[in-house]
């Protein structure tokens, strides 16, 4: 099977483990590491990344790969470039600081590429997601519970149309 990869990006806390375990088709793989700084405990554990399958056909796998920033993808990028499609950012309305995460995000892949991505808005309404990050109306915004698997299918449709209308402008 060819695979084709989606990243799901955004800050601690914000659901990207809990939609990919809602969605994949397999027992998610993840691995993990060490917490740091003040608020977490010396030995609590966060997921460093987890990665999700989906078969859409006999002959393509769609794989959902969570990170929790740039810095990760950055440092991670060969894992994720080989059939990357683009990006889903999540932002939850119950995670503050993810809009400020998410501003930065966007303006790190602006500057790549025509790489495919749209805003997953986690319990928060598209239009109030949108005016927390002050954006302009190009970006698509997608609002979702992550604890609904159906949500979760609807984000990644919204994604994969947003993929293929931007494919085919560049065609």
């Known amino acids: 099977m060819k695979p084709i990869k989606i990243v799901v990006m955004g800050p601690r806390g914000v659901g990207k483990t809990t939609m ?3 969605i994949s ?8 590491k060490l917490g740091t700084g003040s608020r977490k405990k010396s030995n609590s554990r966060k997921n460093a990344m987890d990665v999700g399958r989906i078969n859409i056909s006999s002959d393509y796998a769609l794989y959902l790969f969570s990170c929790q920033g ?4 950055i440092d991670s990028w060969e894992t ?3 059939g990357l499609i683009g990006f889903i950012l999540i932002v939850d309305g119950e995670v503050k600081e993810s809009f400020r995460k ?3 995000a966007i303006k790190i892949i602006k500057s790549k590429d025509d790489i495919p ?3 997953g808005s986690n319990r928060i309404s598209e239009k109030d997601a949108k005016k927390e990050m002050d954006l302009e ?6 609002a979702f519970d992550a604890n609904n698997k159906n949500d979760v299918k609807v984000l990644v449709n919204s994604f994969l149309e947003t993929a ?3 494919l085919k402008k560049a065609n």
């Not at 740039?70 to 993808?73: F, G, I, P, S, T």
């Open 20 to 22: 990919i375990k809602k």
């Open 102 to 104: 998410a501003k930065k």
């Open 137 to 142: 109306n190009e970006i698509k915004i997608q």
């Open 70 to 73: 740039m810095e990760q993808l």
């Open 164 to 166: 293929l209308q931007l």
């Open 25 to 32: 088709q397999i027992t998610i793989a993840s691995t993990s």
């Open 80 to 82: 994720y470039a080989d």
């Open 117 to 119: 991505y749209i805003v």
